[in-house]
């Protein structure tokens, strides 16, 4: 069975910093792209990062550049995303994703597996 778990999120107040995990386990993932998403109350589903298969190529929206910092470990399967400076906007449910391909994908019908979320809270 195929899964992505992500870990890391939490309460924290605004300017501090938080590290999201994304494990995978049931099958490599080391050949796709991935991605972060996030919900945040009463809005849509938007993507926050994206990374390609060999890490070698980041997107990162404007709202969160210079802040947020995606990588990938492939000889774990695992993902992350270090997020510095938060603030109280940033607060949503994060999803972890991966893409059905190797490239860098900022859509996500590009991406056919998703975590359950982890709850991020910036307070001010």
């Known amino acids: 069975q195929v899964q992505l778990v992500e870990s890391g999120g939490g309460l924290v107040q605004a300017g501090g910093s938080l590290r999201l995990s994304c494990a995978a386990s049931g099958r490599t993932f080391s050949g796709y792209g991935r991605g972060w998403f996030r919900q945040g109350p009463g809005k849509e589903r938007e993507i926050v990062s994206a990374?390609?298969?060999?890490?070698?190529?980041?997107y990162y929206a404007d709202s969160v550049k210079g802040r947020f910092t995606i990588t990938r470990d492939n000889a774990k399967n695992t993902m992350y995303l270090r997020m510095n400076s938060l603030k109280p906007e940033d607060t949503a449910v994060y999803y972890c994703?991966?893409?059905?391909?190797?490239?860098?994908?900022?859509?996500?019908?590009?991406?056919?597996?998703w975590g359950q979320g982890t709850q991020v809270t910036v307070s001010s």
């Open positions: 990374i390609n298969w060999n890490g070698g190529s980041t």
């Open positions: 994703a991966a893409a059905r391909t190797m490239g860098l994908y900022y859509g996500a019908y590009n991406y056919n597996h």
